[in-house]
């Protein structure tokens, strides 16, 4: 059963593409469940950020299953979305797949390089995926190697030196082009994860007000509460915030526009000879890009920051060959384990007959030798116990070798095995 990857990413798709195949938190329960009840999927778990979807699954055969998952995102949510996604769509197999989920769990292949959510992001996907029920141990072993090779990369190298988020890569751009925030009014609509890093960034520049927009009042006035120039704005009043604005950073969930071209142009009206500028690191996006148009306004996306990092990334880059060493340990350590599963049921039946046999014979001479005391008992079972163990070692320890070396001379052993013991093991031959 081979492991896929296939996903768009920042890397092959723009924004107007990922955000039709985004899933929201919401629904990634629902998605989860939709993929187990596909028959050649036996193990999936979705990945889902601002730059990138990608489904991870164990599948029964490499054509049936790539074409199901490929009908999956086709149908499951965008049935009513006419883009072709097969010119943007990539497929990894194997340990290729397995390399780049390394590359994105350390942050090498995130839009900025080392950005610190991604590994927040791969541990929530570990843990959507096992509250769905559609892990099992091939992607259990996948996620763990994945968030230690994460975990290392951060530890023992300076690839996430200088804190540089999608957040904060969107302050520095809207500081390229309006200069100082000392003067500015600024609204954050959206009081989430990127929102909040967004606000607590933007208090540190000394801008004059921020406004906080979100559909919770409540969470709102939580986040404007932790800012010293912070006024939390009911969310139907994001029109009037909108007129006072020089700045409008959004990062919201919403599935449909936050900021429309009329609510926008409505805004412009009440302050025409005054710029506004607006940077939308939501995905899927929250301004609509006809909003571009209007006179005085200046609207970036996500992938507009792509760009504006470039001198505090290059110690970071000066990282990548020690980040890609820690990639090629962790790939080896999860290959061995995943060649070597040929090996587990057997090893596992062979040990439980073998234990099964041990404790039967033992009661047995227990039974006809009540004479013995529990000191002698005691002995007895533990050289039992020594002698099983020792038995089994060498065998044990060679299928695993082999399995891990030789995949089709394991299965040729595990077979041999399973019929010389009478273990009755379906043995993994894919």
Known sequence: ????????????????????????????????????????????????????????????????????????????????????MSSYLYTLLG?????????????????????????????????????AGSLGRTLHALFREALNAGKAARSQTRIGSQST???????????????????????????GKMGSL??????????RELLVVNRSHSRARALAG??????????????????????????TGASEFILSADNVAAAMRARPERPLFVIDIAVPRDADPEIANIPNVTLADIDAIKDVVEITLEQRR???????????????????????????????????????????????????????SEREKMLITGASLTIVSKMLHGVVTKLRQRAAGDRAEAVALAQLLDDLFDLRVRVLDE
């Open 318 to 372: 000066a990282e990548i060959p020690l980040v890609e060493e820690i990639i090629v340990e962790h790939v080896r350590s999860y290959s061995h384990w995943y060649q070597s599963r040929v090996a587990t049921p057997v090893v596992a039946s062979l040990v439980e007959k073998a234990e099964a046999i041990r404790q039967v014979e033992i009661e047995r001479l227990f039974g006809r030798c009540p004479e013995l």
């Open 95 to 131: 340990e290729e797949a397995i390399e780049h989920f390394f590359r994105v769990s350390t942050g090498l292949d995130s839009m900025l390089i080392g950005e610190a959510e991604i590994l927040a992001q791969v541990k929530d996907a570990y843990v959507q995926a096992q509250r």
């Open 165 to 191: 988020s999608v957040a904060t890569a969107a302050i520095e751009l809207v500081k390229r082009d309006v200069g100082s925030l000392e003067d500015k009014t600024i609204v954050v609509v959206g009081a």
């Open 1 to 84: 059963m081979p492991l896929v990857c296939l996903g768009l990413s920042h890397q092959t798709t723009p924004v107007d593409v990922r955000e039709r195949h985004s899933f929201p938190p919401s629904r990634m329960a629902e998605a989860l469940i939709a993929l187990r009840d596909y028959e050649a999927v036996h193990e999936a778990a979705m990945l889902s950020t601002c730059g990138r979807i990608e489904i991870y699954a164990e599948i029964e055969d490499y054509e049936a299953g790539v074409e199901q998952l490929r009908a999956f995102l086709r149908n499951f949510r965008h049935a009513d979305v006419e883009v072709d």
């Open 198 to 207: 967004a606000a607590k960034r933007l208090r540190s520049e000394g801008c």
């Open 226 to 251: 932790q800012l010293p120039n912070g006024e939390a704005v009911e969310f139907q009043e994001l029109a009037r915030a909108l007129e006072v604005a020089d700045i409008v950073v959004t990062s």
